[in-house]
């Protein structure tokens, strides 16, 4: 892994550890990998994620969200009812408002249901690309809103927000600490990554 993404998982996983919460973490086949890079077209920095630190059961906790990352042996399972339907069949259309081939769901809101995604079309100069949050409209429709600029940065944003929840109480998802923890989330999040702030997915 590069610094960034290493000081990103450095910070998230050490806040498990302050916060006395369970989380597993492995490695993935070079096999896996490659597959993940020819099916998918994930970029470098994912894939260097998945082969050093595969989050076998990481899911985040903050009064506000619950972010379950997914695992290498759940990244194929983690795309259906978004990209592919159970039986395999796909069900990107190439409509306004559907599912785009370059979706790549990397982690689940398990509170919400909600897919958080890559964009692979939008490779940059690191090897990464931005993550979105996806929520499906009354009309079947998906509506995406920014949630980190990069992967790198998801990993040090929800670093961020386990930290902060920190000062919750037990920090569990509590609708009576929804408004406070955003207002002190928001500028974490803008001295970090601008235009996640912008955004508003997080606040």
Known sequence: MDSDLRDAVGALRAVFE?????SKWGTTPAELIEAFKKEYRVPPRYRAFLAEVNPIEVETVTPVEKVRLLSSEKLREGQVGFGVAEDGTSLVTGKEGDWKKSWVVVAMSSHFGDPYFLD???LDAEGDCPVYAGQKTEKGTWKTTLAASSFASFIHILAL???LASGFGEAVFDEADDGAF???FAPKIKAFDPA???AKHWS
């Open 182 to 184: 955003r207002e002190q």
């Open 196 to 198: 996640a702030a912008r």
């Open 161 to 163: 927000g386990m930290e």
């Open 18 to 22: 302050r916060r006395k919460l369970g």
């Open 120 to 122: 692979v079309s939008k």
